[in-house]
């Protein structure tokens, strides 16, 4: 079955840098977008970066400058490079394949398999 494990969160001050992991398993992970999502207490996920199949990248703009989405797709796995990092960041980390190969996709091919995220805390 689908699996999707994020890494690499943790507690920066602003300004700092962070790398996010995610290992895809159990599908043809070349042929699918992938996305970043952030969450935040009380609010939905929200996608911020996809770089689609054919390695199209899109960012939400409160990250376009700071964020950097690749993809390794012989080790299936998508990266985030956060820099620059800002308290508004603050969230936990999600990966899936967006419908889509842009940020104003709706929905994720594999709803039922979303990891645990991986947290990120900006904070002084």
């Known amino acids: 079955q689908v699996q999707l494990v994020e890494s690499g969160g943790g507690a920066v001050q602003p300004g700092g840098s962070l790398r996010l992991s995610c290992q895809a398993s159990g599908y043809s992970f070349g042929l699918y977008s992938m996305g970043w999502y952030r969450q935040t207490p009380g609010e939905q996920r929200e996608l911020v970066a996809v770089?689609?199949?054919?390695?199209?990248?899109s960012y939400v703009d409160s990250v376009k400058g700071r964020f950097t989405i690749s993809r390794d797709n012989a080790k299936n796995t998508v990266y985030l490079q956060m820099n620059s990092l800002k308290p508004e960041d603050t969230g936990v980390y999600f990966c899936n394949a967006p419908r889509g190969g842009n940020v104003q996709t709706k929905g994720v091919m594999f709803e039922q398999s979303w990891g645990q995220g991986t947290q990120v805390t900006v904070s002084s």
């Open positions: 770089v689609s199949a054919v390695g199209r990248i």
